[in-house]
Nanobody
Framework: QVHLVESGGGLVQAGGSLRLSCAASGRTFSSYNIGWFRQAPGKEREFVAAISWSGGRIYYVDSVKGRFFISRDNAKNTVYLQMNSLKPEDTAVYYC??????????????????????WGQGTQVTVSS
């Protein structure tokens, strides 16, 4: 089992940057794939980015490609989401999630929240125009 805690959210002007952190407890963190999702008011939760347990595979939703960058430091049990060139439409609560199911597949896609077993409490990101 793994416990996740997000941090790093806040208020930033459009064009600014934030770095979110997802800190995990548990000695087997390095075996978990990690995903970032976000949920804006009145909208469904959507996939943002994912990184495989080894860091060898990385995925992004098209709307953040070239602006957001996901990385992990297994020695620190932490996954990061560097968010640059932020836009007002990036405003949302951001959640990290962990999956211990091995390689992502069509039956267990990285972009579907049902793939993930553990979730953090979320951190608010607000981008002002």
């Amino acid at each position: 089992q793994v416990h996740l805690v997000e941090s790093g959210g806040g208020l930033v002007q459009a064009g600014g940057s934030l770095r979110l952190s997802c800190a995990a407890s548990g000695r087997t963190f390095s075996s978990y794939n990690i995903g970032w999702f976000r949920q804006a008011p009145g909208k469904e939760r959507e996939f943002v980015a994912a990184i495989s347990w080894s860091g060898g595979r990385i995925y992004y939703v098209d709307s953040v490609k070239g602006r957001f960058f996901i990385s992990r430091d297994n020695a620190k049990n932490t996954v990061y989401l560097q968010m640059n060139s932020l836009k007002p439409e990036d405003t949302a609560v951001y959640y990290c999630a962990a999956d211990n199911g091995g390689t992502y597949t069509s039956a267990r896609p990285y972009s579907t929240d049902k793939t993930y077993d553990y979730w953090g409490q979320g951190t608010q990101v607000t981008v002002s125009s």
